[in-house]
């Protein structure tokens, strides 16, 4: 056996021990989108990337929250998908793989036939009839054949049917906005030219196009921006001239936001951002973004930025990352995510006031019969409820496994666990008590987040710092009322098995350290083993 394999399977089984003792995960779960309902005002989905991603739902427009991760939605899911909820109170996800819908409740989600192993990219509901819903899809051709990709409606009775015919590009965006008489859809995409002879590919055309007949008969623009602006999305569309779309473009170092007035066919800077956190307009035209803090500059711009309409320069009027944005209307209120928390914003003062936030989430989503916390382990054990996450979050006092849940919690508080009822899993004081989680129904549903009287705050997490993982958004905002989001959680971790990064994490304990130096002891007599004959240099670079 060559020395190369046995200090390949050291390797390995180091950095595999490490990643199972110590939940190395991904960059921090952050709050990216509002999806609010088109019937009940009161009903919000918060969606979440990282960490596999999922849903936060709230019912009573912020009294209470829900987590539903993706993986309770379907063990095969690894990210969520664009996410809409329907005027009868369904949410739609769509996926790579298809179209998800649940039964109302957050449960009981089943794959839309129609949509069977295609990429559904967008979702939008109709700007007049809130019982209707379109979806595109973006799947590639076959070889050299073009893509085949629709505009799809779902109406009242829950059925989906194609509108127009195929349309040989990849769709990236839908908006719908209403007319005078009728109502008017944009989308954005993508051509593909097809592989030259010499085999050179030349680079993908960006389009914007409407339609004023349900996707009959469009009307098309190639977009081409002279500040070489790539991954081209239509966000939104002024509400009181279905003429004029805002757009964004990803530039080098920055997101150009952009705006036309005349369907697409000329645009114009409106502002330039760090990065590009949501758009949302008011009734009367007036338009909110939001710009997230930067992971890589803590210096960066930040901020809430507003404009009384899309043709007048935006003002910076909060200096705390936004996430995402959504003005609730008709009368607000105006909502905000700070990376892991999500709120409401003063519209005149900027001042944000946190209704939730990863850290105090409180249960699951609720399912009859359904264990959601069990579902979710997996998921949640690598990531939110894990090192390095948010594992003081009553959510998490479902588990109870060495390196998830309050044990987590205690290894990065110095000793310190979260108070758990007693009926969870949580509740124990004996590490590494196993629990697959509580069932999602009834009491045990409840129980298991922690919620109610029966639950005590936890204890803050320590060792913050403005830099605390990936994708945290974790600089401290500047505004005092910037909300309790703008603290991150204790220490950073990456995903994959990399001993440089466990080195990198402050570790309470000293095994990975033992573990290196038996893996590297081995190694070492394994080579003084060896004859030392002149290696090839084939076998060199094989090393």
Known sequence: ?????????????????????????????????????????????????????????????????????????????????????????????????GLWIDDGKGCNWTQVPEFQDVWVSDLDAHPTDPMITFAITSTGGIGDEPPQNYLYQRNASGAWTKLGGAQDLLLTSVRATKLSSGIRIYESGFRTPPVSPDGGVADSISVIRHSDDLGANWTEHM?????????????????????????????VGSVAIMVSSNRGQNFQD???????????????????????????????????????????APTKLGTYGVQCVHYQSPAGPLYACQAWSFGTVDMASAAFTERTSFKTMPKFVTCSGVDVAGESKTQLCKDYCGLGHFATAPVCCAYNDPSCGPTAAAEENMGIRPECPPDTPGGSPLAGATGGGIAGSGAGASAAGGSGAGSASPTPVAGAGAAAGANAGGARSSTPSAGTGATPPAKSSSGGCSCSSFAARDQSSAGWAAAALLAFTIVQRSQRRRSPRKLSTRAALSL
């Open 223 to 251: 977009f081409d921006d002279p500040m070489g602006g790539k991954s081209i999305l239509i966000q939104a569309v002024d509400p009181t001239d279905p003429d004029r779309i805002v757009l964004s473009a990803v530039r």
């Open 270 to 312: 409106f502002v330039k951002l760090t990065d590009f956190g949501g758009v949302s307009f008011e009734p009367g035209g007036a338009i909110w973004l939001g710009e997230p803090a930067s992971v890589s500059d803590p210096s960066a711009s930040r901020g809430l930025w507003h404009a009384p309409n899309a043709m007048t």
């Open 1 to 97: 056996m060559r020395s190369f394999g046995l200090r390949s399977a050291l390797v390995a089984a180091v950095c595999v021990w490490l990643q199972s003792s110590f939940a190395a995960a991904g960059p921090v779960e952050r709050l990216v989108d509002v999806n609010a309902s088109p019937t009940d005002p009161k009903f919000v989905a918060l969606g979440y990337d990282n960490g596999g991603g999922g849903l936060v739902y709230t019912r009573d427009q912020g009294a209470t929250f829900e987590l539903l991760p993706v993986s309770a939605i379907s063990p095969t899911l690894k990210q969520r998908g664009s996410t809409a909820i329907t005027g009868d109170g369904k949410t739609l996800m769509g996926f790579f793989t």
